[in-house]
């Protein structure tokens, strides 16, 4: 058994270890092509096979009909920031946006280049502490973009605002597929794996007919989204194997007992941390306001920044991986994924509560 560590990167991030067994045991001979997954043509059976299933499983692990198109694409969520706004949004337009960090700040300066943006909400006079409440934003808006989970400040929205009629998009980077939502309150949710779905490759993109349908003319082929619709992802060759293992991790998803199944295992696991934080707010302290705390990102301060880096170094020698803040934000960070486990999570809390007691 390989020595693995517990794993809290924020992206690329853990993956369940039954699915990294799978695509061991499937590596070298997938299925009986006497070929790995990487070197099958995406024309093949094999392949087709996968694209199929993969499609299947967002739609049945999120409660979505074929109205829904589930996209892979490539170029990281960063590309879809550029190519939302170049298929929905024009110069005498207004597309209205929510401002909680890092992610959607890049995702306003790209649909800059394509129109007006209304700034909707923002919590950046509080260094993004927060999500916002008092959201609005015209009506004749041609989207609303929001950013559910902000992976590097550590704020998730607890509910969503009821947009109307405004078309509501939505980066779920890093919390897709975490806890039990109406997602067909989404008309367009876009994703990169690796963070909650599986290897960095390939860009979930999950589209409704009627969005769809509001697609501008004139973009470059492989920037309309209707290509990618129309031809089932398969246009030109999609990123294989990061398809492949997503598709694998959505069956572990279902296997889990389904988005409320994992919901109630991210519970308890963001609980747990939050608790001790809470038991001890002038030892770890919180960054961001109870009410706005994300549950894949859990981000806190020492007290004092030399504490903070004896933490993390004594953390990696008990195999505890990846708990540094952002850069930008320094401190601490835990993310914990679907794929973390519980026992991973009371790991770090009994690391925590012995770090206090000695320091
Ligand atoms: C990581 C992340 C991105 C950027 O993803 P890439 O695939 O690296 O482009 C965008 N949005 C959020 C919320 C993220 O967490």
């Not at 692990?61 to 990281?76: E, I, K, P």
């Amino acid at each position: 058994m390989a020595n693995r560590v517990i794993n809290f990167n924020a992206g690329p991030a853990t993956l369940p270890l039954d699915v990294l067994k799978i695509v061991q045991q499937e590596l070298l001979d997938y299925k009986g092509a006497g070929m790995s997954v990487m070197e099958i043509s995406h024309r093949s059976k094999y392949y087709d096979q996968i694209n199929d299933e993969a499609i299947a499983i967002f739609r049945e692990v999120l409660g979505l009909d074929d109205s829904y198109h589930v996209l892979f694409m490539g170029g990281g969520a960063s590309t879809q920031f550029a190519l939302v706004p170049m298929n929905f949004l024009a110069k005498d337009k207004t597309a209205a946006y929510v401002d909680t960090g890092s992610w959607s700040s890049k995702a306003i300066k790209e649909a800059k280049l394509f129109g007006n943006v209304h700034l909707a909400g923002s919590s950046k006079e509080t260094n993004f502490d927060h999500i916002p409440t008092d959201i609005d934003f015209p009506d004749d808006a041609v989207y609303l973009h929001l950013t559910s989970n902000n992976t590097i400040f550590g704020t998730q929205f607890q509910s969503f605002p009821d947009a109307g009629n405004v078309p509501l998009v939505c980066d779920m980077s890093s919390d897709i597929a975490s806890r039990v939502h109406d997602f067909t309150k989404f008309d367009l949710i876009y994703a990169g794996a690796q963070k909650n779905l599986g290897p960095a490759g390939a860009t979930v993109v999950i589209i409704n007919d009627k969005m769809l349908a509001k697609c501008a003319d004139g973009n470059p082929t492989m920037f309309n989204y209707k290509t990618h619709a129309d031809k089932k992802s398969l246009y030109n060759t999609p990123p294989v194997l990061s398809v492949y293992i997503v598709k694998l991790v959505m069956e572990w998803v279902k296997a889990q007992g389904g988005l409320a199944g994992v919901e109630k295992a991210n519970i308890a696991k963001k609980e747990r941390i939050y608790q001790l934080i809470d038991l001890n707010p002038d030892y770890f302290r919180g960054t961001v306001k109870p009410d706005s705390r994300s549950w894949m990102n859990i981000t806190f301060r020492l007290p004092s920044e030399e504490l903070e880096k004896k933490f993390i170094a004594e953390a990696t020698e008990a195999g505890l991986s990846g708990l540094k803040g952002h850069r930008s934000v320094g401190g601490i960070r835990a993310s914990i994924y679907n794929a973390m486990s519980k026992e991973g999570v009371d790991k770090l809390a009994q690391f925590m509560e012995d770090f206090k007691k000695a320091n």
